[in-house]
Structure formats: C-alpha cells, structure tokens
C-alpha cells in the first residue's frame, strides 16, 4: 500500500453566496456570489462591478506526482478576478464572473501553469415563474477522483436552462444541460491514455414535480435522461435513465432527500445495468450553537480505466457527515466524516508499479475524517485544520492511500445575521 502525507499551510478566500434569482432594480453594490473575495465594488452606471483575488494554497505537499514520478513539493495558487452585475427592466438580471488563477510547484516545473474559470448567467424572476440560463468555462488542473493519483488539465465547457413554474400547491421544475470535457493530449497514467478516456460530450434533462403539503415540507417525483458521448472511443457510448420521488422540507430536517431506480446501458451493444439509488442532502439546527449536516449520493460516474465491451462507469456510494459548533461568537469548530465505497461497473485494464498489465473489477473503500476550529477575522476566518484519508483497494493494492494533512488556511466567510 502506498502512503501519502501532506504537511501544509494553505490559505484560500471564498466568496459568500445568495439567492441569484433575487431581482435588483438598481444597480446597488449588495453582498453577493463571488469569483474570490472582494477587494471593492462600485457601479458604472447600471453595472455592479467587483473585483475579487484567491489565495488557493500554499503547501507542503508529499504527494505531487509527474508521470512515474512522486515527489515532495511546495505548492502554491493565487489569482484575480472580475466580477460584473447587470439588473434591468425589474425582473432580469445578468451576471458574469471570471478568474484565473495560477498554480506554481517550486520542484516540479513542468506542472506549472494558468488555469481559470468564467460564467455568464441570465435570470429572470416573475410572478410564480423562475428562469436562468448560463454558459461556462473552467480550465482546471487537479485530481479527478480517487481513480487517478496525478492532476489531469481539462477544459470544460458547458450550457445549461432551468425553469420553475408554480401552478398553485404544484411547481413544476425542468432543467436542460450539454457539457463538453476535453483532457489535454499526450496525457498517459497507468497504461491509459486519459485523453480519451476522460474526454466527453454529455447531454442531460431532467424533470421534477413539487406538491406543497404543509408551509414546510413538499412531496415530490423525479425523472431524467442522461447520455455521454466519449469523442475518441465511441464504442464506450452509454447513456442512464432514472425515475424516482422524495421529499423536501424547511423544517427541523432543511433539506432534500430522493430515492428511485435508474438504468445505466451502453448505447451500442446489450450490456446494461439497472440498480435503486437514493440521494439526500440535510441539515439540522441543534440548538443555538450546534448544526448538524448530513449527505448521502449514489451515482455512475466515468471511469478512467474502462475496457471496451463493458460499462465504462464505476459506482460511488459516499456517506459524510459534519457537525459545526459555535464556541463563542468568533471562535467556532467543525469535525466531520466521509466514507466512499467504489465499485467499477465493468472490468479494467490497469499497469502496475511493477510494469504488468493486471485485469479485475475495482473495488475501493474511502475514509476521510476532519476537524478544525477557527477565529473570525471581521469577514474572514483564521482556521487550524488536520484530515486523515485512507483508502483500501482490494484488488489493486498500488491504489491504496494512507494521508495525513494539516495546517492553516484564511477564508473569506462574512457574519451571517
């Protein structure tokens, strides 16, 4: 089994957030989602205009890896961004965020480079109808997932329309989306190439009907249809339907919680799989100081290492749960937990440390446990942290982690009132 172990002070400044289909008839500088933290706002005439800067992290980092090669390395990230707000004719509202960020390994040179990410967004808000729709760009450089130990640099760009509409007790929900991920080329791990296995065309719908039972608490059903395209290995095409219903609530229990089925099937050929999900997404207030938070997902995602003639997506299950405690009115504590299990849907094709070609199913178990307890800063929080990751493969034992992480991070968290 190999070990990791990460020793670091990083430091990162997040933007608060909001509704964003709150209407702004004039041009008011207000608190707002944000690119990175603030460092003023102003109008140009109708224009909100922010300009924001993050610190990402700055690092000890044992675990920077190039090709073959694993390294102990100094790590830092930090950059400028813009953000601009434009509301007109009462109910509209458009938005654009960008930033860039850039990423520099004192060691390993070659891993150096700019990344960035940018959004353009329309909202409308009416009487009983909600609408917005949005394009994005991320250039990203970092670690997938679990499958792959080494930062892959990925271009993402995608579109996206969402709809509400209330109809008395009932409101109805649609969402449309196409995204595009293209992996940059030449970039080989464990005898796959991850340009063509990690590059995408993905084309969602999805339908919901809300039926309000009490002020607090909704039922509701669910459908969807999703299908990926991969550029490069089409006969890896596959596409997932699902169906299912749940509840949603303002109450003591904040939150959503859905179950179902769905149906994962190549696009070409007779191999499918169809299996039971459930999603949820949780929260409670215990008390003035204490705040519980749970999350549980079940989905297919897209596998690295996928062998033509099978599914090429693996499954994740993943449990976490966080209780946050207010100490005093700037000193505050969070600890939490996170287990993962993932199974790969079909078999793989991985190359070992030693060279040979191995062929099984994947079969993994994820366990992250974290705490930190930070002081408020006026808008910002000084947080102490420390996380332990392990992760078992049970038949490819050169995946197997064991990580410690601690240090210091600052980031941007204004009061809430």
Do not use: C
Not at 54 to 75: C, E, H, M, P, W
Not at 148 to 166: F, G, H, L, W
Not at 222 to 240: D, I, L, S
């Amino acid at each position: 089994m190999r070990k990791i172990a990460a020793l670091g002070l990083s430091l990162a400044l997040f933007g608060g957030t909001s509704d964003a289909q709150t209407s702004n008839p004039t041009a008011v500088p207000v608190p707002d989602r944000h690119s990175g933290a603030p460092l003023a706002q102003f109008t140009l005439g109708p224009v909100v205009v922010t300009p924001t800067f993050k610190i990402g992290s700055l690092a000890i980092d044992t675990n920077v890896q190039y090709a073959r090669t694993k390294t102990t390395d100094f790590v830092a990230s930090a950059g400028p961004g813009l953000d601009l707000a434009l509301p007109f004719h009462d109910q509209w509202k458009f938005e654009v965020e960008s930033s860039a960020q850039y990423f520099y390994f004192l060691r390993t040179e070659e891993l150096r480079r700019w990344t960035g990410l940018g959004s353009a967004t329309l909202y409308w808000k009416g009487t009983g109808t909600r609408f917005q729709t949005a394009f994005g760009y991320t250039r990203e450089f970092d670690r997938p997932g679990y499958e792959v130990n080494i930062r892959v640099a990925r271009t993402i760009k995608d579109v996206s329309t969402q709809i509400e509409r209330d109809l008395g007790r009932l409101t109805l929900a649609a969402r449309g989306m196409y995204g595009q991920t293209r992996a940059d080329d030449g970039q080989l791990y464990r005898g796959t190439n991850l340009s063509t296995t990690l590059s995408t065309d993905d084309f969602l719908g999805g339908l919901q009907l809300r039926y309000s039972v009490t002020p607090i608490s909704s039922l509701l059903v669910e459908g969807g249809y999703k299908e990926t395209h991969f550029p490069e290995a089409w006969v890896r095409n596959f596409a997932e339907e699902f169906a299912g219903a749940g509840v949603k609530t303002t109450g003591f229990f904040k939150g959503e919680a859905t179950a179902g089925l769905r149906r994962t099937h190549l696009l070409t050929g007779s191999i499918s799989k169809t299996r039971p999900y459930f999603r949820a997404n949780l929260s409670q207030q215990l008390g003035r100081r204490f705040r519980l938070a749970e999350r549980y997902d079940n989905n297919s995602s897209v596998s690295a290492f996928a062998r033509d003639g099978f599914l090429p997506t693996y499954e994740n299950r993943e449990i976490a749960v966080d209780l946050f405690i207010e100490l005093t009115r700037r000193f505050d504590m969070r600890l939490g937990g996170t287990r993962a299990h993932n199974i790969s849907d079909g078999e793989i094709q991985v190359v070992t440390d030693t060279g040979e070609v191995a062929f099984a199913l994947r079969d993994d178990l994820v366990y992250d446990a974290r705490a930190d307890i930070g002081i408020r800063l006026s808008r910002a929080r000084l947080v102490g942290f420390v996380s332990y990751t392990t992760r078992h493969s049970v038949y490819f034992s050169d995946f197997g982690i064991e990580g410690l992480q601690t240090g210091i991070r600052l980031e941007y968290a204004p009061q809430q009132k």
